[in-house]
C-alpha cells in the first residue's frame, strides 16, 4: 500500500507540474497521469509487491481488464456518488469544514471538486491493488507447490548427522 502511496504521489506531483508549470489542460495532464500511475504501477507489483509469482500468458489482457474495471469503478460509478454527497448534499459540512482547516481562501467548489478527486483516486489505488492482487498476480498452481516445501529443512528426515560434523579447534 506504502508504494501504491508514493506512485500516487509521485504522479500527481508530475501532473500538477505539467498542468500547473507547462500550462497543459486538465483533460491531457490527467490522461498523462493515470498512463503513468497505470505503467508504474504494474511494474511495482509486478517486481516489488509479487515478486516470485508466475503470472499468466494472458497477462496483458487481465492487466488491462484489472485496470479497466478499477477505473469504472472508482472514476465513473463513484466519482457521481461522491459529487452527488460532497458537492449537493449529505457532506457539504464536512467539506466545509476541512477547507476552513486546509484551504481558507480556496473557491469552495473548487475544493469540493478536488476532495471529489481525491477520494476517486485514493479508491481506484485500492481497487486497482485488489484486482491485481487477486486477479492479475494471484498465485498460480505451481506457486502454491513452491510454497508447500519449506525453504530451510529443519525436520528430523533431512537434518545433519552429528557425528560428521568436523570440530572447531
Not at 501504491?4 to 508549470?21: E, H, K, P, Q
Not at 483533460?27 to 508504474?40: C, D, G, H, K, R
Not at 498476480?137 to 505451481?142: A, E, M, T
Request: with cysteine; net charge positive; charged share 15%.
Amino acid at each position: 500500500m506504502l508504494l501504491g502511496l508514493l506512485n500516487y504521489g509521485a504522479c500527481n506531483a508530475i501532473m500538477l507540474v505539467v498542468r500547473f508549470t507547462l500550462h497543459v489542460p486538465q483533460t491531457y495532464s490527467l490522461i498523462l497521469e493515470f498512463a503513468l500511475q497505470t505503467m508504474i504501477s504494474f511494474l511495482l507489483n509486478r517486481y516489488v509487491t509479487f515478486k516470485g509469482i508466475q503470472i499468466s500468458k494472458w497477462w496483458p489482457l487481465m492487466f488491462f481488464v484489472s485496470v479497466g474495471a478499477s477505473y469504472l469503478i472508482a472514476k465513473v460509478f463513484l466519482l457521481k456518488l461522491f459529487e452527488i454527497l460532497i458537492v449537493r448534499n449529505p457532506l457539504v459540512q464536512i467539506a466545509n469544514w476541512l477547507q476552513s482547516i486546509f484551504a481558507k481562501n480556496a473557491d469552495p467548489d473548487k475544493f469540493r471538486e478536488s476532495l471529489v478527486m481525491l477520494a476517486t483516486t485514493m479508491i481506484y489505488c485500492i481497487v486497482n491493488y485488489i484486482g491485481q492482487r487477486y486477479y492479475v498476480f494471484r498465485p498460480r498452481k505451481q506457486d502454491k507447490e513452491c510454497l508447500k516445501q519449506p525453504a530451510d529443512r529443519t525436520d528430523a528426515e533431512f537434518a545433519p548427522d552429528p557425528s560428521s560434523a568436523q570440530e572447531s579447534t
